[in-house]
């Protein structure tokens, strides 16, 4: 049997052999890729699939469980590799390095835990945890016994933990006494006890020591550390179905609440795997290390499914890139060697503002490869990322995906395909996108701009929402019949490479994170004193996009600090990131006839713009904006 490693492409002649065999006999070259990985039973069909209903399934009637891919597999080669090396947030801690056969042992041992609280197949598991190793142990933990993980991001507030929590309904939460970050301590349990208030379905909840922090313990609340006192390191992997849930992990939507995405096992474990080792050319002694947090895609798929499953090193840290101060993540370059370093562009403007000093007093000779994700990368950030970092050697991989995507789509492949400041470059081996007009029709041809669609299916699309199949369709299938719906605009230069121009829906990417408008309205709309909001975003030099809000008032008289509370009511509805930089009080909004806000035009007011509104002759009240412009 081949390995994968055959498959990979080592320079730009093979990625256009695979890349045309991928499109050409999609099947056959999927199954080829899935028979690397090791199944209980061969799948008896490769892909079934129809956009319009929609359904997608891979690797039909394949019988596997993703941890023995994961761990298992490892054992036998290289049980004493590094799986995750874990740098916490206070350097002065110690480093762990847990090895493959160590992670096998603590994740069969947590899986027996949650066994013993009755957690079967197809339970739905909730994680609110700090960036620990248990983290990710419970997460394998859940996969092990074929139990579906929801991991919510420990930065989510009490409101969007019990959201989630109850939208799939979870029948466990793991979670900590607190979590470090920085110089700051936050008491994840305080938030815990509030969100499970209003959660019916958790019966019991397990609780990891990370701050010693003072809490109160409820019913059915345990200590991680008493739980796992004398538990067997044996535990069978349970058999899935290529097409059962492996996980869900929640996106925000531009309307209404976060859409809960449904991940299989069969084909995300081959997708993110594929993926891992052709971007990041990763070879056995690297290390690679991704900022992302696990409560993100990014993580899910690059700090724990696909580098493990690839017999990787993964580094994860806890802390955050300006604490103690902000050369860190230069010290852990240094510190542990690392080749491969993979983050979001917020992250790199923003370390780009201190002295090059910082990074100059660091030998960062150890990277080979850099990676971002998340937005759009502006030329100065890339240019100051591949020249203080990269020392113009190291090539950038520009990963354009999504939560919905499971894993990378449109990139370069490090060393062996071309990069090219601000674009994603060329489509992943088994990735057909194209753009599209407004009726549409395809653009052929290059050099063109329009709505960037996929027009195939891959083996980690999203399989829907949960509980919520038809808004699954009508969020990325209707639009464009026959085609996966992104919700980014893109364009092409002469050569073909791809540059994702940004969103075309609500959403607005602010720091890397996916923040819808129209929840951010709801949570400001919650106020008393709050007749009505809009909130757009407008370019930002670190954040790449801020949110400003307009806010009516049902009493402008009233003497509290608006502002302020609004920013509270905001962190408590959805979490601290959803805050708006701006927060205005106007009389009034842009409407048309119908009461549909206009956002162009407030849009165009955030961003700086005095005059050319275009036509505001729709407007049911004109005046409306010189208003808020006087004001603004
Ligand atoms: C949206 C998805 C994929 C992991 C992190 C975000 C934007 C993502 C890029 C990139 C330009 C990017 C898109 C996308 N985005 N990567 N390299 N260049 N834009 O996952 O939270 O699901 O957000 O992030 O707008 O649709 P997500």
């Not at 905001?570 to 048309?592: E, N, R, Y």
């Amino acid at each position: 049997m081949k390995k994968i490693e055959n498959y990979i492409a080592k320079n730009i002649n093979e990625y256009n052999d695979l890349y045309s065999k991928s499109i050409n006999h999609p099947e056959n070259f999927w199954s080829e890729i899935a028979s690397t990985f090791s199944w209980r039973n061969k799948w008896t069909k490769t892909l079934e699939y129809d956009f319009n209903k929609p359904e997608f399934k891979w690797f039909l009637n394949g019988k596997l469980n993703i941890t023995e891919n994961c761990l298992d597999r490892h054992l036998e080669e290289n049980p004493n590799k590094t799986a995750i090396l874990f740098e916490p947030n206070d350097p002065n801690k110690e480093t762990q390095k847990i090895s493959y056969k160590d992670l096998h042992q603590r994740v069969c041992v947590f899986a027996n835990v949650l066994k013993s609280k009755n957690v079967e197949k197809g339970d739905r598991v909730c994680i609110y945890m700090p960036m620990v190793p248990e983290l990710t142990i419970a997460v394998l933990a859940c996969a092990r016994i074929g139990a579906v993980h929801s991991v919510v991001f420990a930065g989510f507030s009490s409101t969007a933990l019990a959201a989630r929590i109850k939208d799939s309904e979870c029948k466990i939460l793991l979670t900590a006494d607190g979590s470090f970050r920085g110089s700051k301590v936050i008491d994840l349990k305080s938030i815990v006890d509030e969100a499970l208030l209003e959660c019916d379905s958790i019966e019991s909840t397990i609780v990891f020591k990370r701050t010693g922090s003072n809490v109160k313990m409820n019913n059915n609340e345990t200590w991680w550390h008493n739980e796992i006192e004398d538990v067997s390191d044996y535990c069978e992997a349970e058999e899935m179905d290529s097409e059962d849930m492996l996980f869900i992990l929640y996106t925000s939507g531009s309307t209404g609440k976060p859409k809960g995405m449904v991940h299989s096992c069969g084909g995300y474990m081959v997708y993110s795997t594929y993926t891992f080792l052709n971007v990041f050319q990763y070879q056995s002694n690297d290390i690679y290390w991704c900022t992302a947090d696990i409560g993100w895609i990014t993580g899910h798929s690059y700090i724990v499914y696909g580098p493990l499953l690839a017999g990787a090193t993964s580094v994860m840290f806890e802390g955050v890139p300006s604490y103690p101060d902000y050369s860190r993540f230069w010290n852990i370059v240094e510190k542990h060697k690392i080749t491969h370093f993979y983050t979001a562009p917020t992250a790199i403007r923003a370390l780009a503002k201190h002295s090059v000093s910082l990074v100059e007093s660091n030998d960062l000779s150890s990277l080979k490869v850099l990676g971002t994700v998340g937005e759009p990368i502006n030329e100065e950030a890339w240019n100051w990322y591949d020249k203080n970092i990269g020392k113009s050697k190291c090539p950038i991989v520009d990963t354009w995906w999504q939560t919905e995507t499971g894993g990378i789509m449109l990139t370069s492949l490090a060393g062996v395909t071309k990069d090219k400041p601000t674009f994603a470059t060329k489509p992943m081996i088994g990735i057909q996108p194209v753009l599209l007009d407004k009726d549409g029709k395809e653009i052929l041809g290059y050099d063109k701009e329009g709505i960037l669609a996929i027009k195939y299916p891959w083996p980690s699309i999203a399989r829907t929402i949960y509980g919520n199949h038809q808004r699954y369709k009508n969020v990325y299938f209707t639009a464009y019949p026959g085609y996966y719906f992104p919700g980014d605009g893109a364009l092409t230069d002469s050569e073909g490479n791809f540059r994702i121009t940004g969103r075309v829906d609500d959403v607005v990417i602010v720091s890397g994170h996916n923040l819808g408008t129209a929840p951010i309205e709801d949570a400001i709309n919650l106020h008393e004193n709050v007749v009505e909001s809009a909130v757009v975003g407008y370019p930002h030099e670190i954040k790449g996009n801020a949110l400003r809000a307009f806010v009516i008032l049902l009493d402008e008289a009233v003497i509290v600090d608006m502002e302020k509370e609004i920013k509270e009511q905001i962190s408590k509805t959805i979490g601290p990131i959803a805050k708006p930089d701006i927060i205005q009080i106007v009389p009034g909004l842009p409407k048309i006839r119908s009461g549909k806000i206009m956002r162009r035009i407030l849009r165009k007011i955030a961003s700086g713009e005095k005059e050319n509104f275009g036509d505001i002759s729709t407007l049911l009240n004109p005046e409306i904006v010189k208003q808020i412009l006087i004001k603004a």
